[in-house]
Nanobody, 126 residues
Framework: VQLQAFGGGLVQAGGSLRLSCAAS????????MGWFRQVPGKEREFVAA???????????EYADSVKGRFTISRDNAKNTVYLQMNSLKPEDTAVYYC?????????????????WGQGTQVTVSS
């Protein structure tokens, strides 16, 4: 299984970025996908997650700090999950990681994810 995250960069406060995470080696639609972020010296933080597809579709969850600004989505035909980030703030600066897991549980808990991407740097200048 490989997860490759890209799309990070330097943006001014108030700007937007879209992160992508391309997955291979797994039945993508059967996996929940999550985005986490980490700042050096701090613990990894949950950002957003989207459940695997069911007959009723997918559900999403967001950290309170990004709710209303970030949107997670998935394209199962492309084996890709996206994180649209709008109204970015300097405190959103971090390395962003995508992750996947197959079983249920809490989408917010990083330890429950089986596979992780390499991370992409997002820097928001004030």
């Amino acid at each position: 299984v490989q997860l490759q995250a890209f799309g990070g960069g330097l943006v001014q406060a108030g700007g937007s970025l879209r992160l992508s995470c391309a997955a291979s080696g797994l039945t993508f639609s059967s996996y929940a996908m999550g985005w986490f972020r980490q700042v050096p010296g701090k613990e990894r933080e949950f950002v957003a997650a989207i459940s695997r597809n069911t007959w009723s579709g997918s559900s999403t969850e967001y950290a309170d700090s990004v709710k209303g600004r970030f949107t997670i989505s998935r394209d199962n035909a492309k084996n890709t999950v996206y994180l649209q980030m709008n109204s970015l703030k300097p405190e959103d600066t971090a390395v962003y990681y995508c992750a996947s897991k197959k079983v249920g549980g809490d989408l917010r808990v990083g330890e429950e994810y089986h596979y992780w991407g390499q991370g992409t740097q997002v820097t928001v200048s004030s």
